[in-house]
């Protein structure tokens, strides 16, 4: 069974910008989470998304933004782009809302210059 | 909110046991979860604790005492492999999962 897919793997925009993360969980999981990994914060939560519906949300600001798709397929968005952006972006996928463990994806690696 | 604390970093030698101290001050508590990290890759599952006591997995065993906000990973017989970032993660309110920074453990000859 194939694992957590992240595309893409590195992603280099500038100030301003808007970027587009993709996340392709496992065959048959309907709940994908997304993180932020820095060094000093270690991995916060974004949000969480089940049947399509935005389940959970940190406490991010409204610049980052996601949509799953019917075939739960999820997509994350940040807009404006800020310096402080530039982090790992980490997608994980379970069976059910609510449910562990998570699988995680490799990650996508953004820097903001 | 959540409060999760774990030492920054920790060495140990090959052969050797160590054990990963995690606090936790939370409402809603709902499940403790250990992960392990390489550089460069995913975090991996490594155990859960929903109840008081000792979980064991081969090397590896997870303590966890809800009343003290208290869980520990202890990791037996160290190899080199196990030089990585231990994770320790608290699923509570809205069944969300927060995690701590991260432990990185480095195993050495």
């Known amino acids: 069974k194939a694992g957590v897919t992240q595309t893409p793997r590195y992603l280099i925009k500038t100030r301003g910008q808007q970027v587009t993360l993709s996340c392709s969980p496992i065959?048959?999981?309907?709940?994908v989470s997304w993180y932020q990994q820095t060094p000093g914060q270690g991995l916060q939560f974004l949000f969480e998304?089940?049947?399509?519906?935005?389940?959970n949300k940190g406490n991010f600001p409204g610049r980052f933004s996601g949509r799953q798709f019917s075939n739960s397929r999820s997509e994350m968005n940040v807009s404006t782009l800020e310096l402080g952006d530039s982090a790992l972006y980490l997608c994980?996928?379970?069976?059910?809302?609510?449910?562990?463990?998570?699988?995680f994806g490799n990650g996508t690696r953004l820097t903001v210059t | 909110g959540q409060n999760i604390d774990q030492p920054t970093e920790m060495t140990a030698t090959e052969g050797a046991i160590v054990q990963i101290n995690c606090t936790y001050q939370?409402?809603?508590?709902?499940?403790l979860f250990w992960y392990q990290q390489h550089a460069g890759e995913a975090p991996t599952f490594l155990s859960y604790?929903?109840?008081?006591g000792l979980e064991e997995k081969g090397r590896f065993s997870s303590f966890l005492s809800r009343s003290k906000g208290y869980s520990y990973l202890l990791l037996k017989e160290l190899q080199m492999k196990d030089s990585a970032s231990y994770l320790c993660?608290?699923?509570?309110?809205?069944?969300?999962?927060?995690f701590g920074t991260g432990t990185r453990l480095t195993v050495i000859p």
């Open positions: 993660a608290v699923r509570a309110g809205a069944n969300n999962l927060f």
């Open positions: 604790n929903v109840l008081d």
């Open positions: 939370t409402s809603g508590f709902n499940g």
């Open positions: 998304y089940f049947s399509e519906t935005q389940r």
């Open positions: 994980a996928s379970s069976p059910l809302t609510g449910q562990s463990p998570l699988h």
């Open positions: 065959s048959g999981h309907r709940s």
